[in-house]
């Protein structure tokens, strides 16, 4: 009896925030059919690194612009339509936020605290990753100098 090998679909992706008044805040978007809260991500384009990839998926799906830190937080995996996806997942520090981008009129976004974005969003992998996120930035928002890469 032979196994079947589901194949796993390579995705970007990010976390984007601020700080804001010396709080960190996350921004979510909404998915297409608007019934969750996720982060901007999609399919790895060839030629692209995983970070710049990420990048034009938040400029694309949130208007965003600003600097990926290529150094990936982690990685959670979700299923759609019967597939598998794996998500890398980066750091997007926001530096200049849109009101006219690809996808304005299939999505809503939000800035929210930190907490408030782990209790709307569902994929408990992807809560962890905020969770550990929250830790780091909460500790070393000040201190810390990331490596960065643009592509805008």
Known sequence: MSQKVSKIFQQSGVIPYRCQNGNV???????????NWVIPKGGICKGMSPPASAAKEAWEEAGIIGQV??????????RKRGKIYRVQMYLLLVEML??????????QREWLDV???IQ?????S?????????????ASFQSSI???????
């Open 25 to 35: 805040e996350v921004l979510l978007i909404t998915s297409r059919d608007r019934n």
């Open 69 to 78: 830190d290529v150094n990936k937080v982690g990685t959670y995996r979700y």
């Open 98 to 107: 849109s009101e006219d981008y690809p996808e304005v009129g299939q999505r």
């Open 115 to 117: 907490a408030s974005a």
């Open 120 to 124: 709307l969003v569902k994929q408990n």
């Open 126 to 138: 992807l809560k962890r990753i905020l969770k550990q996120f929250f830790q780091v930035k909460s």
């Open 146 to 152: 990331p490596t960065h890469i643009s592509i805008f």
